[in-house]
């Protein structure tokens, strides 16, 4: 092993460390479990850092640590690619993840499952890293469930809470249904290929027929459709607010819920040489983008309006992947996942200045109180709206603009649309909580939170400001394109170039649709010059329909829990405690009533005893002597 | 004189000891009459062996005896026991053994 490849293994190991010795002697450290997982996670996002500069002036590499199966042809160890794009996941997973680190010691001070939370946060930011390296699907495999593990129970860690068990059991159980897909589809690669490493697989899928290309394509994606949180498997990511909020914002905004767009970016070359897929993936992408941010117009809750902005979010990644453009879709990953972490710290802020108060007609008024949570809110609102120069602008901008000019105008429609939404989401949000009169409870002392928290939100704020600049110049010039593209030159460009619009024009119509929501969220919110509640009554239906998230959820209830249920009633009462129990009570009640009548001939007299015996014994001489 | 004459006077003794075990209620007695129906059995294996001049059936009989005095001495110490815990040797009180 040379020292690149000591310094790849040394990333996954800190968090790794950091899991077994909280997990193990937590109670041990106290208040210092939380400063302990950060350090591990700072020196991990050092080590990325390294790593990455070395990969950008060098190349890229693969490494085994160890190898794990090794029968016959079937060659599968724990090695990692090390190329441009996993380094590029890595510093965004260890920065993120050592920011939130930080910004948890803050907030959560004080819980008693303190410890507990940095070994399961360490044991999270571990599974995401192998994730990212891993060469092979098995491993893959591993880490992907891995993490939504952590997910699962990081969800659920306020055990007492029934709704955050709820949310969590949810999450476990939606995610099955795409990891069932994804697992087939790993089965169907190792049947077609005979191997799960990815270098063969990419050397070999273009002589492998269409249809079976397709066919793994579909079954991939419906993992990232899980995991990722798209229609019609994005119901789990709302609840999972029910976790800590350090947690919605590194787990279901910036990390696990990108893995999805990481996994078809990592086998662009599969999804390439399927134009049916990569349609499938841009549809589903673009539906659930409009979905999710018509949901968000009207929610209240402000953790669940910042969920749904990352379902709609991600359906932009998606849609950037399911056009080809790659490196577009990591360029949106990466930037929103700053901003949006940043979003969710922040929101975790605003509730801590509030007491655990979400909901947001009681807010209002709070830029006066706490001013730094307030700008840097805004920051991300404005990042997130996609308003020069913030990250997202430049982003979001870079898929429309693909989109458009790869002439699919239909999702690129409805993706300005959804822009405006999104703008006036998150404004309608802003201007609701931090302007305006109050309507915070009067006990309720509302205070700006400690250093801890604020300086984690400020260094992302900046980063949601300065990292847009990565996407300029505008298109397949800019500073990111041209260190990534390199990752996927086996794509096979399905879909060329049909248009050749200017950048300044799309841009302009983005910006537009961006200003245009904030402007009508203005008129709404702070002007009043409508009063919301005649909109609302105006549309109605149109309103319920978004208040109640389309109903979906009650439509799983209908369709998919209750028939569940009530086969499982069916299967317990009828089958499990009449039939089964019956024959097992059965067998042993009969045996039960021939004993009581067969131990009457144990009376306990000696003379009875000697008499049989005797009788039995003249019976064998008797019979012996006839015989 | 024919082994005919040792036989059936072994059982007759062996029968008027089975009929003791059956019949008598004093433990010592029942005790007695099967040490009865042990030396009608011995009668028996030493007219036989005596019959056709062989010498297994001798040897088997001091095998018998000695066994017998050993389990003499276990069987007269349960009565002991037996005695010192019901205050009778009546063998009907001996029916615990039961549910």
């Not at chain 2, 017998?68 to 002991?80: C, F, T």
Request: positive net charge.
């Amino acid at each position: 092993m040379g020292a690149k490849d000591i310094i790849a293994w040394l990333i996954p190991l800190f968090p790794f460390a950091g899991w077994l010795l909280l997990g193990l002697l937590g109670k041990y450290f106290k208040g210092y479990a939380g400063i302990l997982a950060s350090v591990f996670i700072v020196i991990s996002f050092i080590f990325s850092s390294i790593l990455f500069f070395i990969v950008s002036y060098t190349h890229g590499f693969t490494t085994t640590l160890y190898p794990w199966v090794y029968a016959a042809s079937f060659r599968t160890g724990v090695s990692a690619v090390i190329d441009r794009l996993s380094v590029v996941m890595l510093v965004m997973v260890t920065g993120v993840s050592a920011i939130v680190h930080i910004y948890s010691i803050g907030y959560m001070q004080g819980d008693k499952g303190f410890a507990r939370y940095f070994s399961f946060l360490n044991l999270f930011v571990f599974s995401m890293i192998m994730l990212v390296i891993s060469n092979n699907l098995l491993l893959l495999y591993v880490f992907w469930e891995a993490v939504g593990f952590c997910s699962y129970i990081l969800i659920g860690f306020w055990y007492e809470k029934k709704s955050a068990v709820d949310a969590g059991k949810k999450a476990f159980i939606v995610n099955r249904v795409g990891d069932f897909g994804f697992a087939i589809g790993i089965f169907l690669l190792f049947i077609t290929t005979g191997t799960l490493n990815y270098e063969t697989i990419f050397t070999m899928i273009p002589s492998i027929p269409s249809i079976t290309v397709t066919a793994i394509a579909l079954l991939l994606f419906a993992g990232a459709v899980g995991k990722s949180a798209q229609f019609p498997l994005h119901v789990w990511l709302p609840d999972a607010m029910e976790g800590p909020t350090p947690v919605s914002a590194l787990i279901h905004a910036a990390t696990m819920v990108t893995a999805g767009v990481y996994m078809i970016a990592r086998f662009h070359v599969i999804f390439s040489y399927s134009q049916f897929a990569s349609e499938v993936v841009l549809t589903i992408g673009t539906f659930t983008a409009f979905l999710a941010a018509f949901i968000a117009l009207t929610q209240f809750d402000i953790k669940r309006i910042i969920a749904y902005s990352t379902i709609s979010q991600l359906g932009y990644m998606f849609m950037a992947v399911g056009i080809g453009s790659y490196t577009a879709g990591i360029f949106h990953l990466i930037s929103h996942a700053v901003f949006k972490g940043l979003l969710f710290l922040t929101a975790g802020s605003v509730m801590h200045g509030l007491s655990g108060e979400l909901d947001l007609r009681k807010m209002g008024g709070l830029y006066s109180k706490m001013k730094i949570t307030a700008v840097t809110f805004i920051v991300g609102g404005l990042a997130l709206s996609g308003i020069p120069p913030f990250s997202g602008f430049f982003s979001k901008d870079a898929i429309l603009a693909d989109v458009y000019n790869k002439g699919f105008y239909f999702a690129w429609i409805i993706g300005e649309i959804t822009a405006l939404m999104t703008a006036f989401y998150i404004f309608r949000l802003i201007f609701v909580a931090f302007f305006g009169e109050s309507n915070v409870d009067p006990k309720v002392h509302v205070h700006e939170s400690p250093k801890i928290m604020t300086i984690p939100m400020v260094i992302l704020a900046l980063f949601a400001l300065i990292i847009g600049f990565l996407g300029i110049p505008p298109f397949n010039k800019s500073v990111f394109y041209s260190f990534l593209h390199v990752a996927f030159k086996n794509a096979y460009n399905f879909a060329p170039f049909t248009n050749n619009a200017p950048w300044y024009i799309l841009s302009l119509i983005s910006v537009l649709a961006g200003l245009l929501g904030i402007f009508i969220a203005y008129l709404l919110y702070i002007k009043k010059a409508v009063n919301p509640e005649k909109i609302k009554n105006i549309f109605k239906p149109v309103y319920a329909l978004s208040y109640n998230k389309v109903y979906i959820d009650e439509i799983y209830n209908f369709i998919i829990v209750r028939p569940v249920l009530g086969f499982s009633n069916f299967l317990w009462k009828v089958i499990d405690a009449l039939i089964i129990d019956g024959a097992v009570n059965g067998v042993a009640s009969s045996f039960a009533f021939f004993s009581t009548k067969t131990r009457k001939i144990q009376n306990g007299m000696l003379m009875s005893y000697v008499l049989t015996l005797t009788i039995g014994v003249a019976a064998l001489l008797f019979y012996f002597f006839i015989r | 004189m024919s082994v005919n004459g040792y036989l059936i006077v072994a059982s007759i003794i062996f029968c008027i000891g089975a009929l003791g075990v059956l019949m008598r209620k004093n433990l010592i007695v029942v005790f007695m009459s099967l040490e009865l129906m042990f030396n009608a059995a011995n009668l028996g294996l030493v007219a036989v062996s005596s019959y056709l001049n062989l010498i297994d059936g001798d040897i088997f009989v001091i095998f018998v005896m000695v066994v017998a005095a050993a389990e003499a001495a276990i069987a007269l110490g349960i009565a002991v026991a037996f005695y010192r815990e019901k205050g009778t040797v009546d063998i009907d009180k001996a029916n615990e053994l039961k549910l």
